[in-house]
């Protein structure tokens, strides 16, 4: 089993930053690819970025794409979001995920946080 808990959410104006995290324990962190997904109101929850469980890989949403930055820390079993020039279509509640597939790209996702918000607004 593993654990996982979103924070660093908040409220930002249009075009400032935020910087969300995810710490995990339980299980041996380093072991498990990770993704962020976010869900907005009235929408189904969406993709936005995953890195495997050596760092050798990322992937985002053409969305956030050049925005956002996905990273991780092992040493600190933690994995981060960086969240520049935000959008109000960014608003959203926003989860990581874990994946002990091995997938490439992951896709797997077994392990949930329960989610921290991101609102966007003036």
């Known amino acids: 089993q593993l654990q996982l808990v979103e924070s660093g959410g908040g409220l930002v104006q249009p075009g400032g930053s935020l910087r969300l995290s995810c710490a995990a324990s339980?299980?041996?962190?380093?072991?498990?690819?990770m993704g962020w997904f976010r869900q907005a109101p009235g929408k189904k929850r969406e993709f936005v970025a995953a890195i495997t469980w050596s760092s050798s890989n990322t992937y985002y949403s053409d969305s956030v794409k050049g925005r956002f930055t996905i990273s991780r820390d092992n040493a600190k079993n933690t994995v981060y979001l960086q969240m520049n020039s935000l959008k109000p279509e960014d608003t959203a509640v926003y989860y990581c995920a874990a994946d002990g597939t091995g997938l490439v790209p992951p896709r797997m996702y077994d392990y949930w946080g329960q989610g921290t918000q991101v609102t966007v607004s003036s």
């Open positions: 339980g299980r041996t962190f380093s072991d498990y690819a």
